[in-house]
């Protein structure tokens, strides 16, 4: 899971506005960032190692630029890699195809290849690219989309236009946005406070982009669609909207479907206090305590010199960084029965974290509701589960989301747990559903994709 960035655009962009959008998608990856632009018909290419924030890059404009925020989910940067090969790494890359240099962005995770002679699956491509035999870019796409299936988003650089690629499933997010001057594609449209939304690159399509135009030179056919569920429920920004969803609208409509399912099992508390876990999980906080008509107060507040913990490479830095993550109003909080509502749970790190300090804080009980199902299995597509033994709901043997919710919140310390069940997730996506990729949930990968 990464963030990619790309203008093209009739006056000169300073790189320190092109930052300020790419900022806008850092909470898809903190590890490295890196930028490429036209200056004076040549391409120029910086990478960083840490956040945006903590770097300084030389000022300049230009009139094409594309950048790249890293989360690393495949090459040797997983597993305790020294700072040479995570510098080898940094997006973008650039290489020398039969139409010239070219630089490439990349986001997601192209499964089951052979890349012993190159760090990541994304320099896999590039040197893919630099070996085809094609003299145009229409055909050296195609011949990419034709041979590998599946997760990724790509943005491709020529001294003169950016070629934008979305795999024929669908499984990351891509979209464009316009205004009176030029184009910006994105991970995300919370990215388009300059920009007018226009829409998402559809899968399977390929548009190049220039000064004078902006052109789809290839669509794809193809039936069946594969959206990644985890996106909405995680990792899409609030504000973002994503093929055929509002992101804060939908998570929203979660925590309600939470409350209906608390009101069937007749769960009621004296005193109740309902906080979404920041930021992701407030939405759906918001929609269980208004379903509830239970009070809610932000009483948890995040650190915001701390990021996203559950993208960070390693257990060792993740219990560190929740331990710095989070503050409360303990006022508002003693001799409450506290009500937690989070996005997902993934290794229970945070939450068993933030049950003791609700408890330390003197909350009477704490409970936890879950805007998601259960996540038992591996992602091979760009998210980092690597392991099912990471998985806290994968302690619990079986399938059923009672007991697998009574075995979580033993684990945890919880008063009460309970999750979203994929059923729920269905009645609300419901036009929508049979296009999502839930086998991070339950193991359906969707037969029909060619994975």
């Given amino acids: 899971m990464c963030g990619i960035l790309g203008i093209v655009d009739n006056k000169e962009i300073s790189s320190e506005y092109f930052l300020n959008l790419l900022k806008k998608i850092q909470h898809r990856g903190q590890e490295s960032f890196g930028i490429s632009w036209i200056e004076k018909n040549e391409i120029n290419l910086k990478k960083y190692k840490g956040m945006i924030q903590d770097n300084t890059v030389n000022n300049f404009e230009s009139n094409i630029i594309i950048g790249h925020n890293r989360y690393s989910t495949s090459g040797k940067s997983k597993n305790n890699a020294t700072q040479d090969q995570i510098s080898k790494e940094i997006q973008p890359f650039n290489g020398i195809s039969k139409c010239g240099e070219f630089v490439l962005v990349h986001n997601g995770n192209i ?76 991970s995300e449209s919370c ?24 052109k789809t030179i290839h669509l794809e056919k ?60 407030i939405p759906s906080g918001k929609g269980y305590a208004d379903k509830m008509r239970f009070e809610y107060i932000q009483v948890l507040k995040k650190n915001a010199k ?82 099912r033994e990471e998985l806290i709901a994968n302690k619990i043997h079986g399938e059923d989301i009672r007991e697998i919710s009574i075995g979580v919140k033993q684990l945890i310390g919880a008063d009460s747990l309970y999750y979203l069940g994929i059923n729920s997730i269905k009645n609300i996506m419901e036009k929508d559903f049979n296009n999502l990729c839930t086998g991070c949930f339950n193991s359906n990968y969707n037969e029909k994709l060619e994975w």
């Avoid at 024929?168 to 184009?183: A, D, M, S």
């Avoid at 990215?191 to 220039?210: A, H, M, Q």
């Avoid at 509502?341 to 936890?368: C, M, P, Q, W, Y």
Wanted: proline content about 4%; aromatic content about 12%; glycine content about 4%.
């Fill in 111 to 186: 499964p089951n290849l052979d890349i012993k002679d190159a760090n990541s699956d994304t320099e896999f491509l590039v040197k893919q690219i630099e070996d085809l035999k094609y003299d145009n870019w229409l055909d050296i796409l195609k011949h990419i989309m034709n041979n590998f299936k599946k997760a990724y988003c790509l943005l491709i650089m020529t001294d003169n236009e950016i070629y934008v690629i979305r795999d024929k499933y669908g499984v990351r997010p891509l979209c464009i946005g316009y205004n009176e001057t030029g184009w910006c594609v994105s």
């Fill in 222 to 281: 193809h039936e069946t669609k594969s959206y990644c569920l985890f996106e909405y429920i995680y990792f899409l920004n609030e504000n973002s909207y994503a093929d055929n969803y509002q992101v804060s609208q939908l998570r929203y409509k979660y925590g309600e479907q939470l409350a209906k399912d608390d009101k069937k099992n007749n769960f009621t508390l004296d005193n109740p206090l309902v906080v979404g876990s920041p930021s992701t999980g």
């Fill in 191 to 214: 990215v388009f406070s300059d920009y007018n939304f226009l829409r998402d690159v559809r899968p399977g399509e390929i548009v190049k982009i220039n000064k004078e135009e902006i």
């Fill in 306 to 387: 701390v990021g996203r913990t559950f993208i960070l490479e390693n257990n060792k830095k993740r219990d560190i960084a929740c331990k710095k993550k989070y503050y409360l109003d303990t006022e508002k909080i003693r001799d409450r029965n506290i009500i937690i509502v989070d996005d997902s749970l993934v290794r229970g790190t945070t939450t068993k974290n933030l049950i003791k300090i609700f408890r330390e804080s003197g909350a009477k009980s704490v409970h936890i509701r879950i805007a998601a199902p259960p996540i038992k299995y591996p992602c091979y597509f760009g998210v980092d589960i690597p392991t």
